[in-house]
């Protein structure tokens, strides 16, 4: 199988896909997490860390839909060999830290729905971080499937 033809790397139309959805997905974790924000919204660390961590991850995203969209219109191959091990650190390391910033946030919002939250945090807000927490697990297993795409198309350059 020609690597180059992989769906889900970079090029094609099931990566385009697969960017397109973690960035809608990170854009969704960033607006709910942004709605009504009072000065005490921010008074835990992991609200602070998912809203940095999306912040990085929607653009990212959204630039490699362009490449994979360019490359798709020009039909031409969008891989360059030098780039390549960038692109899959770079998706490596967004990609845990999605992970860990939702497993955070949905942590410390479950404590506080739990310990029957603080005068700062009502329900209805705790239920809008859990709804990012789930928009950011949402794009990390997104973000994880083209990871493993372009390290499996990496991995034949490291052994060559």
């Given at each position: 199988?020609d ?10 139309s ?6 397109l959805g ?9 607006l709910f997490m942004?709605l009504?924000?009072?000065?005490y919204?921010?008074s835990y660390?992991p609200f602070?860390?998912?809203v940095?961590?999306?912040?990085f ?5 959204l630039g490699?839909?362009v ?11 969008s891989?360059?060999?030098g780039?390549l091990?960038y692109?899959v ?8 830290l999605?992970?860990?910033t939702a497993?955070s ?5 479950d ?10 945090y009502?329900w ?13 697990f949402l794009s ?17 350059t490291?052994?060559l």
């Open positions: 199988m690597t180059h033809k992989l769906q889900g790397s970079i090029g094609t099931a990566s385009l896909a697969l960017r973690q960035a809608i997905f990170s854009a969704a974790s960033l942004c009504n924000v009072s000065y919204s921010y660390p602070c860390f998912l940095a961590t999306m912040s991850v929607t653009p990212w995203n490699l839909a490449i994979d969209a360019f490359s798709l219109l020009v039909k031409r191959s891989h360059q060999p780039i091990p692109l650190g770079v998706d490596w390391v967004l990609s845990f999605s992970l860990a497993c946030t949905a942590s410390a919002t404590y506080l729905i739990a310990s029957g939250g603080s005068p700062y009502n209805n807000m705790c239920r809008r971080y859990q709804l990012s927490a789930a928009m950011a990390w297993i997104l973000s994880l499937a083209s990871s493993l795409f372009n390290l499996w198309l990496l991995l034949p490291v052994y």
